[in-house]
C-alpha cells in the first residue's frame, strides 16, 4: 500500500511539474506524460535529469550579469532601404532574438571542405597579432584538432592572447588528452564550457545534457569563421563508420566579426573566463560594396522557441526557391507545416537528408516525417556517401543562413547555437551551387518508395515521432 501510494505521489508531483512548466509546447508535455505514465519512477528520473531546459541558477544569473555588462554594438545597422522588404522582417526577428542588428560591410568566403577550413583558419591563426578566440562543441585530438592546437601554441609563442572554449561534454576526450595539457602549459588559455561535474548533483542544478554547440574563431577582431564544423578530421573516428562527415563553414569579414566576438564574449566570461570586454571597443572595417549579415544567437538562457521562430519565418518568406540541408530533422508542427505550405504553394523546395544517421532515433523520427513532406510536393533526397553534416538554408537566390543549428529539438531548446544570416545575391549563389553538389551524390527519396514501407518499419518511425519532442 505504501509503495502504490508512493507511485501515486510521484507521478502526481512529476506530472504537474510537467504541465506547469512555462514555455513547452503541448507536444513535448504530452511526451513526458507518455513516459512518466508508461515508465514508473524510470520515467520521473528520466524527467529530472534531461526533462528541463534549466542551466541552473548560478550559471543563468552568471550568464545575464555578464551580458548585461558588455558593450553594446559600434557597427552601423544596415540601410533598411538596401534591403528588401523580406529581408527587413527577418533581420528584425533575428535581432529580437539575440540583440545583433543587420550590419552591412561584410564579405565572406566560402571553403572548399573541412580540411581546406581548418588550412585557412590555421593560416589566419599564424597571422594573428594580437588575440585568437576559438569556440567548438567536439574537437578530438586528430589530424585537424592537433593543427589547430599546434598553431595556437605558436601564437601564443609570439604573445598573441589564445582562448578556446569547448563542450564540456562533446569534447571530453580532448579535456582529459595530453594535448589540452600541453596549450595549457604552452600559454593558451582553455576553459570548458557548462562542465558537467557530479551527474547526480549536476540534477540538481539544471539539466546534465545542456551543450555550448557553437563553432566560432574569431582573430584580432578582424575575421571570424561560423558553419557547421567541429574542430576534427572528416573522418570524424568516434563515429567513423559514418564518415566522412561533410561539413561547410564560410570566412568572414567586416562588422559581422564583431557580433562573433560579442558571442564568444559572453560564452567565455559566463563560463567563468577573464573579462575580456575591453576587446568589444575595437570594430573592424568595413568592406567596400559589401553585403548585409546579422549574427543570430540562441540558447536555453534565450527566447523560448526562438531558433524555429526564425527556420518558420524563412520558409515562409520564400516565393520561388527554398534548399535545406540539416542531419537531423525532428521538427515542430511549425516548422513542418511551413515546409509543406511553401511546396503547395508552389514553391520549389528541396531536403537533402542523411541516409545513414548517427543517431539511429532521430533518423527515424526524421523518415516518419517523409510522407506529409512527399504529398504537399518536396522533392526529397538522402545523401549517400557519408553524414551531411552542413546545416544550410538558400532561399530565392538572395537569403542564406549557415551554422550549427540543426533542424531538431535539441538546437531548438537544449543547445547553444550561433548562425549568421546573409543578405546577398553572389554568397548566396555559391552556397546554393555548393548544395546542388551534394545533389548527384544523394538518392531520391519518393513516395511510392515510402508507400511501400511495411507496418513494422511505419510503427518503428511514429513511435520514435510521438518520442520527437524528448530528442
Same mark, same amino acid.
Given at each position: 500500500?505504501?509503495?502504490l ?60 550579469q555578464?551580458i ?6 559600434p ?5 533598411p532601404?538596401?534591403?528588401a ?9 533575428g ?8 550590419? $552591412? ?8 571542405? $573541412?580540411d581546406?577550413?581548418?588550412? $585557412? ?82 540534477m ?50 567586416g ?27 575595437? $570594430? ?7 553585403f ?31 534548399f ?23 514553391v ?40 551531411l553534416?552542413?546545416k ?80
Amino acid at each position: 500500500m505504501l509503495a502504490l501510494l508512493l507511485h501515486i505521489a510521484v507521478t502526481l508531483l512529476v506530472t504537474a511539474h510537467i504541465l506547469l512548466r512555462r514555455h513547452r509546447q503541448p507536444e513535448t508535455r504530452a511526451a513526458w506524460l507518455l513516459v512518466v505514465m508508461v515508465l514508473p519512477y524510470v520515467g520521473a528520473l528520466a524527467y529530472l535529469l534531461v526533462g528541463q531546459s534549466n542551466i541552473g541558477l548560478a550559471r543563468a544569473r552568471m550568464m545575464r550579469q555578464v551580458i548585461a555588462r558588455l558593450p553594446l554594438a559600434p557597427n552601423r545597422p544596415a540601410d533598411p532601404q538596401g534591403l528588401a522588404q523580406d529581408a527587413r522582417a527577418l533581420a528584425t526577428v533575428g535581432q529580437s532574438i539575440s540583440g545583433y542588428p543587420a550590419v $552591412s560591410g561584410n564579405r565572406a568566403r566560402l571553403m572548399a571542405g $573541412s580540411d581546406a577550413a581548418i588550412a $585557412s583558419m590555421v593560416a589566419d591563426i599564424d597571422a594573428a597579432q594580437n588575440h585568437v578566440h576559438l569556440c567548438f562543441y567536439i574537437w578530438l585530438d586528430d589530424g585537424n584538432g592537433r593543427a589547430m592546437a599546434k598553431a595556437l601554441i605558436r601564437a601564443a609563442h609570439r604573445g598573441v592572447v589564445c582562448r578556446a572554449l569547448v563542450d564540456d561534454l562533446g569534447s571530453r576526450h580532448l579535456i582529459r588528452s595530453a594535448l589540452w595539457q600541453e596549450m595549457a602549459a604552452e600559454g593558451v588559455k582553455l576553459r570548458r564550457a557548462l562542465p558537467v561535474g557530479n551527474p547526480i548533483l549536476r540534477m540538481l542544478n539544471g539539466r546534465i545534457d545542456l551543450r555550448n554547440h557553437r563553432k566560432i574563431l574569431v582573430v584580432d577582431t578582424a575575421v571570424t569563421y561560423c558553419g557547421s564544423q567541429n574542430c576534427a578530421d572528416p573522418a570524424f573516428l568516434p563515429k567513423a563508420r559514418f564518415a566522412p562527415w561533410v561539413d561547410v563553414m564560410m570566412r568572414f569579414e567586416g562588422p559581422v566579426v564583431w557580433q562573433n566576438q560579442h558571442l564568444f564574449a559572453s560564452d567565455w566570461m559566463g563560463n567563468g573566463g577573464d573579462d575580456i570586454s575591453a576587446l568589444l571597443h575595437q $570594430s573592424p572595417p568595413v568592406c567596400d560594396g559589401g553585403f548585409v549579415a546579422q549574427v543570430v544567437a540562441t540558447g536555453p538562457t534565450y527566447r523560448a522557441a526562438a531558433m524555429p521562430e526564425l527556420f518558420a519565418s524563412l520558409i515562409y518568406a520564400a516565393q520561388h526557391e527554398l534548399f535545406i540541408t540539416t542531419p537531423y530533422y525532428v521538427p515542430t508542427q511549425m516548422i513542418q507545416a511551413a515546409i509543406c505550405g511553401a511546396a503547395t504553394r508552389g514553391v520549389a523546395v528541396t531536403m537533402i537528408l542523411p541516409a545513414r544517421n548517427d543517431d539511429f532515433a532521430v533518423g527515424a523520427a526524421s523518415r516518419s516525417h517523409y510522407e506529409s513532406l512527399l504529398e504537399a510536393g518536396v522533392r526529397l533526397y538522402e545523401f549517400r556517401p557519408g553524414l551531411l553534416h552542413a546545416k544550410t538554408l538558400t532561399l530565392d537566390g538572395d537569403l542564406a543562413l549557415i551554422g550549427s543549428a540543426n533542424m531538431d529539438r535539441r538546437s531548438f531548446e537544449l543547445n547553444y547555437e550561433n548562425n549568421i544570416l546573409i543578405s546577398d545575391q553572389g554568397v548566396t549563389a555559391g552556397l546554393r551551387a555548393r548544395q546542388e553538389e551534394w545533389l548527384p551524390q544523394s538518392r531520391p527519396v519518393t513516395l511510392e518508395e515510402v508507400g511501400k514501407w511495411g507496418i513494422g518499419r511505419r510503427l518503428a518511425y511514429n513511435t520514435l515521432a510521438i518520442l520527437g519532442p524528448l530528442l
